[in-house]
């Protein structure tokens, strides 16, 4: 009796076992299942990501290089339109004889003016304009173009160093050199310059 009673536990314990195997197995193939499913939609969803990444990397290069451009066409456009009225400005200041009556100082001056502020102007010529006759012949002219240098400026006008090279002769004598720098705001929009400073006399031997 004692012995059919162990047999039978040790059935039921066997049963149990294969039971709590089967359970086990279930659980761990469903676990593995889930945990499949959750990696590959991971996987998925990383690809995803990465081409996102991929896309907005390329859009923000793009989008970098036609800020470039337009930055480049922007200031090579503002300064050659810099260059050229430097070159008109100059040319009327420095640019005269005095036996010419369209040499003045006056229409030098109010041809400045189609180029720059008043303000700006004012400083290139003498303040007596109306009046000003030099009493011996007195020529000058630039000698070269005028030198532009864009100076770094947080400005929206541009800022420049212009150094200009002349020569002027008085009463027929040798061309006397020189050579004047000038510190430089321009207005690109409306294409004139707002302040013109006087840097000094550049000594080149």
Do not use: W
């Not at 420095?94 to 189609?114: I, S």
């Not at 030099?134 to 150094?163: C, I, R």
């Amino acid at each position: 009796m004692l012995y059919k009673k162990i047999g039978t536990l040790t059935v039921l314990t066997m049963i149990l076992l294969v039971i709590s195997g089967l359970v086990a197995y279930m659980y761990l193939s469903e676990f593995s299942e889930n945990d499949s499913k959750k990696i590959e939609k991971l996987q998925k969803e990383n690809k995803q990501l990465k081409k996102k990444e991929s896309e907005v990397a390329e859009l923000t290069d793009q989008l970098s290089q036609q800020v470039d451009t337009l930055y480049t066409e922007k200031n090579g456009t503002a300064n050659d339109d810099l260059t050229t009225a430097a070159k008109e400005l100059f040319s009327t200041v420095f640019d005269y004889c005095t036996e010419r009556e369209e040499d003045n100082v006056k229409a030098r001056k109010d041809k400045a003016l189609e180029l720059g502020t008043k303000k700006a102007v004012d400083g290139l010529f003498p303040k007596d304009a109306a009046s000003s006759n030099p009493s011996v012949k007195t020529t000058s002219h630039l000698k070269g173009d005028p030198e532009v240098y864009l100076m770094p400026s947080n400005d929206k006008q541009l800022t420049a160093l212009v150094v200009v090279h002349y020569a002027v002769s008085i009463a027929g004598s040798e061309d006397q050199p020189g050579t004047f720098m000038y510190k430089v705001k321009f207005d690109s929009t409306e294409n004139q310059f707002t302040s013109v400073e006087n840097a000094g006399v550049i000594n080149i031997q």
